[in-house]
C-alpha cells in the first residue's frame, strides 16, 4: 500500500491515483502598479494607506485590487495575500512593517 493505512469507507484507489498537487502557481502578468498595491496589501497596509504612500487616488487603487482579484481567481483581499505570500511572489520587508503587525 505504499505506507498509506486505507479507511475501510475510502476506496484504495483514491490514495494510489491521486494526482500530484502542482506548485507554485504560475505567476500572472502584473503591471507596475498592480505589483506595488500587492506588495503594500502583503504588508498590510489599507487603501488608505497605499493611496497615501503611491500618490494615486483610492478609487484607481481600488480597480488595482478587482485587477489582482480577477488575474489571481481570488474571491477577497485575504485570499490574494494568502496565494501571493504561498507562492513568495513578493518578500516581506521589515522596514516597511515596522509599527505594524509584530509577526510580519
Known sequence: ?????????????HWL????????????????????VLKFLCHNFTVKEISERI???????????????EKLHAKSLLEIVIITMANTWVKIDPRLTS????FL
Request: aromatic fraction near 4%; glycine fraction near 8%.
Open 55 to 69: 500618490g494615486k487616488k483610492e478609487p484607481a487603487i481600488r480597480a488595482h485590487i478587482t485587477n489582482l482579484r
Open 99 to 102: 509599527g505594524k503587525n509584530p
Open 1 to 13: 500500500m505504499k505506507g498509506y493505512v486505507q479507511n475501510s469507507h475510502i476506496p484504495a484507489e
Open 17 to 36: 491515483n491521486k494526482k500530484p498537487h502542482i506548485f507554485p502557481r504560475p505567476r500572472p502578468e502584473l503591471t507596475n502598479g498592480e505589483e506595488e
